[in-house]
């Protein structure tokens, strides 16, 4: 479905449309919600802690994802691994 150079939109995440009461601010990865971003790997992966939602993919986003207060430890600037069914083709 979604492939390397794709670029999106972050619609949901972990498949809510709002953090979880009690969610940690640098764990509000919904903060990001309506951002855009790129599909920068080719490589896909299942979430060992959610595996029943699927692949993720490795999403670069535009706006600077530290700004927001979020933990980012990927080898690339601004990216996270997120679910397919998080995203929106644009």
């Known amino acids: 479905m979604f492939k390397f150079g794709d670029r999106?939109?972050?619609k949901s995440f972990l498949n809510l449309p709002h953090a979880p009461k009690?969610?940690?601010p640098g764990e509000d990865y919904w903060k990001l919600?309506?951002?855009k971003g790129e599909i920068?790997?080719?490589?896909?992966?299942?979430?060992p802690a959610f595996p029943e939602k699927g692949e993720r993919v490795l999403?670069?986003?535009?706006?600077?994802v530290s700004e927001y207060g979020l933990h980012c430890h990927?080898?690339?600037a601004n990216a996270l691994w997120i679910h397919t069914s998080d995203l929106e083709p644009i």
């Open 8 to 10: 999106v939109l972050l």
């Open 22 to 24: 009690g969610t940690k």
């Open 33 to 35: 919600l309506g951002l």
């Open 40 to 47: 920068v790997s080719h490589e896909k992966k299942t979430s």
């Open 59 to 64: 999403v670069k986003f535009e706006d600077e």
């Open 74 to 76: 990927n080898e690339i």
